[in-house]
Nanobody, 115 residues
Framework: QVQLVESGGGLVQAGESLRLSCASS????????MGWYRQVPGKQRELVAT???????NYADAVKGRFTISRDNAKNTVYLQMNSLRPEDTAVYYC?????????WGQGTQVTVSS
């Protein structure tokens, strides 16, 4: 069983930055893809950003130019750098790592952006 531990969420003001981290108990070097998703109460979980093994990235239109997904294979950690945060970015953010055998989710970390 793979464990994903997220950290870095918190309360910030609009315009500020946060960096989320997702540490995997299994090597991310062998993963197929990694991603960050977010969810607000009453709505479906939505994709924020993905990063494939080959290095291709994909971002939701709402975060393009503000968020950056990256990884550190040596630390088995995936990051989400979030700049110029807006109140509408407020959500629980979840990390997802997909291996050939299965995909795994973290427990989520709350990000709250005040206006």
């Amino acid at each position: 069983q793979v464990q994903l531990v997220e950290s870095g969420g918190g309360l910030v003001q609009a315009g500020e930055s946060l960096r989320l981290s997702c540490a995997s108990s299994r090597s991310i070097f062998v993963s197929i893809a990694m991603g960050w998703y977010r969810q607000v109460p009453g709505k479906q979980r939505e994709l924020v950003a993905t990063l494939t093994r080959g290095g291709s990235t994909n971002y939701a239109d709402a975060v393009k130019g503000r968020f950056t997904i990256s990884r550190d294979n040596a630390k088995n950690t995936v990051y989400l750098q979030m700049n110029s945060l807006r109140p509408e970015d407020t959500a629980v953010y979840y990390c997802n790592v997909r291996y050939t055998s299965n995909g795994y989710w973290g427990q989520g970390t709350q990000v709250t952006v005040s206006s």
